[in-house]
């Protein structure tokens, strides 16, 4: 990152160092010499009163005095008596220096001297030495034993201290720079290390990323952002999480709806059509009743045969649109008893046994044991009926139907068979379709709707069960499950 916060901080502190390096390193060039002159000069003075001070004292005590404050103080400094003679002398050209002293006594003007303070007692002043071309700070006069002194301290070596102590302060600062740097970067490279996490959360929660959670260590202000991260991204992974199951459900519905739609479309064309026919059917064969197309008693009662089998069969289908309606949408409920199948199946057979044998038809159901299952007998009936009816209408060749029960662990498979010609294959998955007939002409023939097997659909599904057909060389065998115990 070219504007991290960890770059920003170290150059702020290693910048903020420098800085105050370099203020110090000016400060010491402008200011210390300035400084150590004036800290000099009153070194100067303090001499020259412990100097008053101690010439009281006798002999050796006052050599070892003077020596004393000479050394400590980095003095040049020359005691005469009053007979002109060395009394005391802190340097090795002690001649140069009385020299010096005399000339001073003698002469007010001496060239190169900077008078900068005078009294009766003592002179303070700076001297320019060209002969070593350096400067001094001297101070002359008389003790208060009236002994002649002369002390002297060198500003060259101030000058030279002053560069010492710059160059120093330059290396250490250089050396402190470098490893305040390499802290600087280490400690910012720990502030920021949990800040950097954080941003890469948040990144990864604007793209729908709520995996990830701040590890909270500490109480500072980082672990309390860090915490707050964590609870945001999680009531954001429910508010989202609810979102897509509202759009979700709010999808469904939609479909639904339009699904519905599609129904009622789709349903009301089929009616339509199923209806057209035998409504103009019963239309023609009234009006002809009412013109008295024919005036003879059996031309009257074929006609109103007609109009009886057509209101007839529209009855059915209405009955049976009723039936499957109320099973698409659930107004029904579902009452699971435990009953006999067998028994209910020999019911149904018996009670087509008449129309069976007036086509020739062989019904087989050899079962005698009673086989109990868990269901709704009435629906159960229903769709065994449509199931037999079903293959009363299509049964061929041999004329034989055969249903039987056959079981599979817990589940109990009934299934009806009848002989003829088997269902086209891309035909099997429509036959469940409301309205769908395979041949048109042969179920108009024996007055079929093709509701019956949307029924059972409905039926099975409420049920929770599985249903099908199945293709034979010889015949067609329709099947469903119920739970068996």
Not at 36 to 65: M, Q
Not at 121 to 136: A, L, M, P, W
Request: aromatic share 10%; net charge negative.
């Amino acid at each position: 990152m070219k504007k991290s916060i960890k770059k920003q901080f170290a150059c702020i502190f290693i910048g903020l160092m420098a800085a105050t390096i370099m203020l110090c390193w000016i400060l010491n060039t402008v200011f210390l010499q300035s400084y150590y002159v004036s800290d000099k000069e009153k070194t100067l003075f303090r001499a020259y009163e412990r100097l008053n001070e101690s010439s009281d004292l006798k002999g050796e005590e006052f050599e070892i005095e003077f020596e004393t404050i000479c050394s400590t103080n980095n003095i040049d400094a020359l005691i005469i008596d009053g007979n002109g003679k060395q009394t005391i002398s802190t340097v090795y050209d002690s001649k140069g220096l009385m020299l010096k002293l005399l000339d001073y006594l003698v002469n007010k003007n001496t060239p190169g001297v900077i008078i900068l303070e005078k009294t009766d007692n003592y002179t303070f002043q700076k001297v320019r030495d060209e002969r070593i071309d350096s400067d001094f700070l001297e101070m002359w006069g008389y003790l208060q034993d009236g002994k002649l002194f002369i002390m002297r301290i060198p500003v060259e070596s101030i000058r030279e201290s002053v560069k010492i102590a710059n160059r120093f302060l330059a290396y250490v600062g250089i050396i402190a720079i470098i490893i305040s740097g390499c802290l600087i970067w280490l400690v910012s490279k720990k502030v920021t290390e949990p800040i950097l996490e954080l941003a890469d959360i948040s990144e990864r929660m604007s793209e729908l990323d709520f995996a990830a959670k701040y590890q909270v260590s500490g109480e500072n202000e980082v672990a309390l952002l860090g915490n707050n991260i964590n609870k945001l991204s999680e009531t954001l992974e429910n508010t989202i999480s609810e979102l897509k199951t509202a759009n979700n459900e709010l999808k469904s519905d939609i479909e639904k709806k339009e699904q519905i739609d599609e129904m009622r479309k789709e349903f009301l064309s089929n009616v339509s059509h199923e209806l057209k026919t035998p409504i103009a059917l019963i239309q023609g064969y009234a009006e002809g009743l009412k013109e008295c197309v024919n005036d003879d008693e059996e031309s009257k009662d074929f006609y109103c045969d007609v109009i009886m089998d057509e209101a007839g069969r529209m009855n059915v289908m209405v009955k049976k649109l009723l039936t499957l309606n109320q099973l698409e949408f659930g107004n029904e409920v579902v009452s699971m008893e435990r009953f006999n199948i067998v028994a209910l199946i020999q019911g149904i057979i018996q009670s087509v046994d008449i129309l069976a044998k007036q086509k020739g038809v062989t019904i087989n159901f050899n079962y005698q044991e009673a086989v109990y299952v868990w269901a709704d007998e009435f629906k159960t009936e229903e769709v065994v009926r449509n199931y037999l009816s079903n293959a009363l209408n299509h049964v061929g060749n041999e004329m034989v139907i055969d249903v039987k029960i056959s079981s599979k662990g817990e589940l109990a498979r009934i299934s009806v068979f009848n002989t003829g010609e088997p269902i086209p294959e891309e035909a099997l998955d429509k036959l469940w379709i409301k309205f769908y007939k395979v041949d048109k002409a042969r179920t108009r023939e024996y007055g079929g709707s093709g509701i019956g097997l949307s029924i059972v659909k409905a039926i099975m599904e409420s049920f929770n069960r599985k249903y099908g057909v199945k293709n034979y060389d010889n015949g067609v065998e329709f099947w469903f499950e119920l739970e068996q115990k």
